[in-house]
Protein backbone atom coordinates (compact mmCIF):
# COMPACT_ATOMS: atom_id res chain seq x y z
CA UNK A 1 0.00 0.00 0.00
CA UNK A 2 1.09 3.62 -0.67
CA UNK A 3 0.27 7.00 1.29
CA UNK A 4 -0.72 9.48 -1.23
CA UNK A 5 -0.58 13.27 -0.27
CA UNK A 6 -1.91 16.17 -2.19
CA UNK A 7 -0.97 19.99 -2.22
CA UNK A 8 -0.66 22.71 -4.14
CA UNK A 9 -4.60 23.41 -4.55
CA UNK A 10 -6.43 27.08 -4.33
CA UNK A 11 -8.45 29.62 -6.03
CA UNK A 12 -6.75 31.69 -9.22
CA UNK A 13 -8.08 33.29 -11.70
CA UNK A 14 -9.10 32.19 -15.20
CA UNK A 15 -5.67 32.06 -17.43
CA UNK A 16 -4.02 31.63 -14.37
CA UNK A 17 -1.72 28.52 -13.31
CA UNK A 18 -1.37 26.10 -10.54
CA UNK A 19 1.20 23.31 -9.52
CA UNK A 20 -0.19 20.45 -7.99
CA UNK A 21 2.14 17.77 -5.73
CA UNK A 22 1.37 14.48 -4.62
CA UNK A 23 3.89 12.75 -2.14
CA UNK A 24 4.33 9.00 -1.97
CA UNK A 25 5.55 7.06 0.65
CA UNK A 26 5.14 3.30 1.74
CA UNK A 27 6.02 1.15 -1.35
CA UNK A 28 8.16 1.43 -3.87
CA UNK A 29 7.37 4.51 -5.92
CA UNK A 30 9.51 4.36 -9.06
CA UNK A 31 7.84 1.58 -10.27
CA UNK A 32 3.98 2.60 -10.53
CA UNK A 33 2.17 4.48 -12.65
CA UNK A 34 0.88 7.59 -11.33
CA UNK A 35 -2.10 9.47 -12.31
CA UNK A 36 -4.18 12.59 -11.41
CA UNK A 37 -8.21 12.65 -11.80
CA UNK A 38 -10.31 15.13 -10.94
CA UNK A 39 -13.92 15.04 -9.62
CA UNK A 40 -16.28 18.33 -10.03
CA UNK A 41 -19.53 18.64 -8.07
CA UNK A 42 -22.25 16.44 -9.27
CA UNK A 43 -19.91 14.35 -12.07
CA UNK A 44 -17.97 11.39 -11.93
CA UNK A 45 -14.37 11.21 -11.49
CA UNK A 46 -12.79 11.90 -14.63
CA UNK A 47 -9.12 10.96 -15.90
CA UNK A 48 -6.93 13.85 -16.33
CA UNK A 49 -3.21 12.59 -16.93
CA UNK A 50 -1.07 9.49 -16.36
CA UNK A 51 2.76 9.06 -16.14
CA UNK A 52 4.56 5.66 -16.38
CA UNK A 53 6.96 4.52 -14.05
CA UNK A 54 9.74 5.22 -16.88
CA UNK A 55 8.40 8.53 -17.56
CA UNK A 56 6.04 8.37 -20.47
CA UNK A 57 2.82 10.01 -20.33
CA UNK A 58 -0.67 10.27 -21.63
CA UNK A 59 -3.20 13.04 -20.92
CA UNK A 60 -6.97 13.33 -21.37
CA UNK A 61 -6.89 15.59 -24.88
CA UNK A 62 -10.03 16.70 -24.76
CA UNK A 63 -9.76 18.36 -21.46
CA UNK A 64 -5.89 20.04 -20.90
CA UNK A 65 -5.31 20.39 -24.68
CA UNK A 66 -1.86 21.14 -24.22
CA UNK A 67 -2.41 22.81 -20.40
CA UNK A 68 -1.40 20.51 -18.32
CA UNK A 69 1.89 18.90 -17.62
CA UNK A 70 2.25 15.52 -15.62
CA UNK A 71 5.78 14.73 -14.49
CA UNK A 72 7.88 12.71 -11.75
CA UNK A 73 10.87 13.74 -9.31
CA UNK A 74 11.43 9.78 -8.01
CA UNK A 75 13.91 11.00 -5.49
CA UNK A 76 11.73 12.69 -3.90
CA UNK A 77 8.75 10.01 -4.03
CA UNK A 78 6.94 13.20 -5.94
CA UNK A 79 4.31 13.82 -8.77
CA UNK A 80 3.10 16.94 -10.12
CA UNK A 81 0.46 18.31 -12.22
CA UNK A 82 1.45 21.68 -13.77
CA UNK A 83 -1.45 23.20 -15.08
CA UNK A 84 -1.55 26.16 -16.54
CA UNK A 85 -3.96 28.50 -18.78
CA UNK A 86 -6.87 27.47 -16.05
CA UNK A 87 -10.21 27.57 -17.35
CA UNK A 88 -13.47 27.56 -14.80
CA UNK A 89 -14.10 24.37 -15.86
CA UNK A 90 -11.31 23.36 -14.74
CA UNK A 91 -12.75 23.91 -11.41
CA UNK A 92 -13.02 20.01 -8.80
CA UNK A 93 -11.32 17.99 -6.73
CA UNK A 94 -7.72 16.63 -7.80
CA UNK A 95 -7.12 13.67 -7.07
CA UNK A 96 -3.41 12.01 -6.96
CA UNK A 97 -3.48 8.31 -7.33
CA UNK A 98 -0.99 5.24 -7.82
CA UNK A 99 -1.95 2.12 -9.88
CA UNK A 100 -2.38 -1.33 -8.76
CA UNK A 101 0.18 -3.47 -10.60
CA UNK A 102 4.01 -2.39 -10.67
CA UNK A 103 5.53 -2.06 -14.21
CA UNK A 104 1.91 -1.25 -15.71
CA UNK A 105 2.07 1.46 -18.79
CA UNK A 106 -1.44 0.65 -21.27
CA UNK A 107 -2.57 4.22 -21.38
CA UNK A 108 -6.05 3.13 -22.45
CA UNK A 109 -6.69 1.38 -19.43
CA UNK A 110 -5.18 3.87 -16.82
CA UNK A 111 -8.23 6.23 -17.64
CA UNK A 112 -9.83 4.02 -15.53
CA UNK A 113 -9.54 5.21 -12.18
CA UNK A 114 -10.71 1.40 -11.11
CA UNK A 115 -7.04 0.20 -11.66
CA UNK A 116 -6.07 2.37 -9.12
CA UNK A 117 -5.10 0.85 -5.87
CA UNK A 118 -4.34 3.70 -3.82
CA UNK A 119 -6.03 7.14 -3.65
CA UNK A 120 -4.56 10.34 -2.22
CA UNK A 121 -7.25 12.47 0.02
CA UNK A 122 -7.56 15.03 -2.75
CA UNK A 123 -7.00 19.01 -3.39
CA UNK A 124 -9.53 21.45 -4.39
CA UNK A 125 -8.67 23.74 -7.17
CA UNK A 126 -11.42 26.43 -8.26
CA UNK A 127 -10.94 28.93 -10.75
CA UNK A 128 -12.50 32.15 -11.11
CA UNK A 129 -13.93 33.51 -14.13
Known amino acids: QVQLVESGGGLVQAGGSLRLSCAAS????????MGWFRQAPGKEREFVAAISWSGPTTYDEDAVKGRFSISKDNAKNTVYLQMNSLKPEDTAVYYC??????????????????????WGQGTQVTVSS
Open 97 to 118: AAYGSPWFWEPSALRNPLGFGS
Open 26 to 33: GRTFSTYS
